[in-house]
Antibody, heavy 120, light 108 residues
Framework: EVQLVESGGGLVQPGGSLRLSCAAS????????MNWVRQAPGKGLEWVSY?????????FYADSVKGRFTISRDNAKNSLYLQMNSLRDEDTGVYFC????????????WGQGTLVTVSS | EVLMTQSPATLSVSPGERVTLSCRAG??????LAWYQQKVGQAPRLLIY???TRATGIPARFSGGGSGTEFTLTISSLQSEDFAVYYC??????????FGQGTKVEIK
């Protein structure tokens, strides 16, 4: 059974940093691309970042987080990460990790999410 | 960025009814369109991809249609477990897939 478990969320002041983790199991993690998607309270879904499966990973970011967030992965640990710096109020929300095992761009497995709250 | 617009924002439906949700793209996305279901406090669940292909384990009462800029998700006979928020997502402009704002299907 595919499992994605996020952790690392919490309350942080504006300008602060957090590192999110996503632990994967039940599938060949190293073979698949991964994404971070977020959801502000009561709002819709917003794609945040993408990393390919390869060791020389291809990486993309949404314009809203470019230069502040860094995605990475450790295939030996079956883990995905999101380093979030210079956090803003508008970064508040639930952060989901999601994988693409079917078709590029289609997120077929999702974690339960971790809540990030940016507030003073 | 491709703007995705879903309508209506909320649908009040009785169990057993047929429901059709709409999703419009600001430009053609061919058939690179997915639908997700999200229940309160849960992660999104993939229902449909390629505009009309059901994901593994998705009941046949869910069907998707359309291409280009106009898409629909139809639930042929609404079950109690189907009350949720539904999102469409284009992935034609990969990796910057954009989601619609969601349609909430609630009990009438």
């Amino acid at each position: 059974e595919v499992q994605l478990v996020e952790s690392g969320g919490g309350l942080v002041q504006p300008g602060g940093s957090l590192r999110l983790s996503c632990a994967a199991s039940g599938f060949s993690f190293s073979s698949y691309s991964m994404n971070w998607v977020r959801q502000a309270p009561g709002k819709g879904l917003e794609w945040v970042s993408y990393i390919s499966s390869t060791s020389r990973a291809t990486i993309f970011y949404a314009d809203s987080v470019k230069g502040r967030f860094t995605i990475s992965r450790d295939n030996a640990k079956n883990s995905l990460y999101l380093q979030m710096n210079s956090l803003r109020d508008e970064d508040t929300g639930v952060y989901f990790c999601a994988t693409e095992t079917l078709v590029r761009g289609v997120m077929d497995y999702w974690g339960q999410g971790t809540l990030v709250t940016v507030s003073s | 960025e491709v703007l995705m617009t879903q309508s209506p924002a909320t649908l009040s439906v009785s169990p057993g009814e047929r429901v059709t949700l709409s999703c419009r793209a600001g430009q053609s996305v061919s058939n690179y369109l997915a639908w997700y279901q999200q229940k309160v406090g849960q992660a999104p669940r993939l229902l449909i991809y390629g505009a009309s292909t059901r994901a593994t384990g998705i009941p046949a009462r869910f069907s998707g249609g359309g291409s280009g800029t106009e898409f629909t998700l139809t639930i042929s006979s609404l079950q109690s477990e189907d009350f949720a928020v539904y999102y469409c997502q284009q992935y034609n402009k990969w990796p910057r897939g954009t989601f619609g704002q969601g349609t909430k299907v609630e009990i009438k």
